[in-house]
């Protein structure tokens, strides 16, 4: 018995050791390159408590104030992601060198996807190399202004049910979940534009798309540290055929989408959305019906990845800003009838009607909408990921091929040498002389270069035409249910206050 208990001590003493080894020497990786860097540790690297104690953009902005804004390092810092090195990028001029001028050292994101066993996982935002350049180019022509115009009505449509959900708010006196009801507005909006469902979200307060979406973006700690472990071992895990996904999210939408597709082609049935362009895509290899047909179509899986990545990108980050900006008008009663006087004044050059020209005229709900951008980014951070070794001269170091770098878009947009008093909701920051003073790369809610949120004008009409239809005709003031300042859920990927966002209503 002790010979076989000394045995195993013999053998899992070293084993601890070289554990230990490994683990010291992955994370002294920016120490022997002498940069400044936040600490690392099993198993979250830097972020351990992200999920639970933290969200990504309080983590991230505690290395922002550490060492750009104490000036122990003016460009970047490194952080860990996991077992692997990420240098957090923060110097603007550097930022743009990143993200526009040397584009092709960082065009993929880093993110994890597997083509063969998780195919909704290989869309657009996460794919690389020459596969994303392709898909690229092949979906830039459906958000033309045109394609958008289109899909304008569809939003229109929408917005009589959008306005009707707050009429039991008015009559009962009763506070509205903002948050809830954005959901519920840009749920039925995607569902439509990207998939042709009625979903009725607004009428029937629920649907499956709506619950999927909460499973997406609310994954909770175990699938948070999945996710984490993907990122950290890409190849390995694609090797082993993991999956970023639910199988019930896979299921649902793969069924939606070849069930939807089969019907319209049997059918012999077109609609004006972004479905439509896709099965152009898949059976001509164009959008554009003047243009002669591709051999370089896509197929029906790459289909549904793109139409998941419209309900992604677009449900929670578009009722996110929505439910932002209701509240910061409604706890600024100056800057809600301000916007409420432009809306007035422009609508009634165009008939007294919500068109995609009256809304592309009102300037100051732009500035508003951009303040709200700005304070609340939907997405704090963007990732990239090295293609080749780039030398960095401040701090001065080699980014290897492989390496992530993140800008803290968040950090940015908070940062009070950039945007004075950053706390405060104020829509004059967005004055055209206000902008031309600031850097170009400031202001980043859609990132920047070739790499930008391709649906960032489809987004923002969105969320403009709902203020639009809202404001004409509803007052907005804060109830006391909601708890100030917001206190944001550091469970939710993208920012979600924590309580929600109650607000009282009444007609104009």
């Not at 709900?365 to 401040?394: C, H, M, W």
């Amino acid at each position: 018995m002790m010979g076989s208990l000394n045995t195993f001590l013999y053998l899992l003493l070293p084993a601890l050791v070289l554990l230990y080894v490994y683990i010291r020497r992955k994370f002294s990786y920016w120490a022997e390159r002498n940069v400044p860097h936040a600490p690392g540790a099993p198993p979250m690297g830097s972020f351990n408590g992200m999920g639970t104690k933290y969200h990504m953009n309080e983590i991230l902005d505690r290395v922002y104030q550490r060492f750009k804004r104490t000036g122990i390092s003016s460009t970047a810092a490194g952080m860990y992601i996991g077992f692997s090195p990420m240098l957090v990028i923060y110097d603007l001029d550097l930022v743009k060198q990143i993200l526009v001028k040397d584009f092709n050292s960082f065009r993929d994101r880093g993110m994890y996807y597997n083509e063969k066993d998780d195919p909704l996982s290989a869309h657009l935002f996460a794919i690389e190399g020459e596969k994303w350049r392709f898909l690229r180019n092949k979906l830039s022509p459906t958000f033309t202004s045109g394609k958008i115009k289109y899909m304008f009505h569809t939003i229109k449509d929408i917005g009589d049910e959008l306005l009707g959900c707050f009429d039991k708010y008015i009559e009962s006196k009763k506070p509205a979940n903002v948050k809830a009801i954005a959901q519920r507005f840009t749920c039925d909006v995607i569902g439509s534009c990207a998939f042709g469902l009625e979903c009725n979200t607004l009428k029937n307060e629920g649907s499956k798309l709506l619950t999927i979406g909460d499973a997406v973006f609310k994954p909770g700690r175990i699938r948070t540290m999945w996710m984490f472990v993907l990122v950290s071992y890409r190849d390995l895990s694609r090797k082993l055929g993991f999956k970023q996904l639910q199988s019930d999210v896979t299921n649902y939408f793969m069924g939606v989408i070849q069930n939807t597709i089969n019907y319209r082609e049997e059918n012999k049935i077109t609609r004006q959305d972004f479905l439509q362009l896709l099965i152009q895509l898949k059976n001509k290899g164009t959008i554009e019906e003047h243009e002669e047909e591709s051999k370089e179509t896509i197929t029906l899986n790459e289909a549904a990845a793109q139409a998941f990545l419209f309900f992604v990108a677009g449900f929670e980050t578009s009722s996110a800003a929505l439910s932002f900006a209701l509240y910061e008008l409604a706890a600024h009663p100056d800057i809600q009838d301000k916007t409420r006087e432009e809306i007035k004044r422009v609508l009634a050059l165009h008939g007294g009607h919500i068109t995609y020209e009256a809304l592309r005229d009102m300037t100051y709900l732009d500035q508003v909408v951009n303040e709200t951008l700005r304070k609340y980014p939907p997405v704090g951070n963007v990732f990239r990921i090295a293609n080749e070794s780039y030398r960095l001269t401040n701090p001065d170091v080699t980014i290897e091929k492989g390496n992530i770098v993140i800008v803290p878009i968040y950090s940015i947009h908070h940062d009070p040498e950039i945007y004075p008093d950053p706390d405060r909701f104020d829509p004059e920051r967005f004055a055209p002389d206000q902008i031309a003073a600031r850097h170009s790369h400031s202001f980043l809610p859609f990132g920047d270069g070739p790499r930008n949120c391709i649906g960032m004008r489809f987004g923002l009409l969105e969320i403009k035409f709902a203020i639009v239809q809202l404001l004409n005709r509803v007052r907005f003031t804060v109830n006391e249910r909601t708890k100030e300042p917001l206190n944001m859920s550091v469970k939710s990927t993208m920012l979600d206050v924590e309580g929600g966002i109650w607000l009282d209503t009444s007609r104009i």
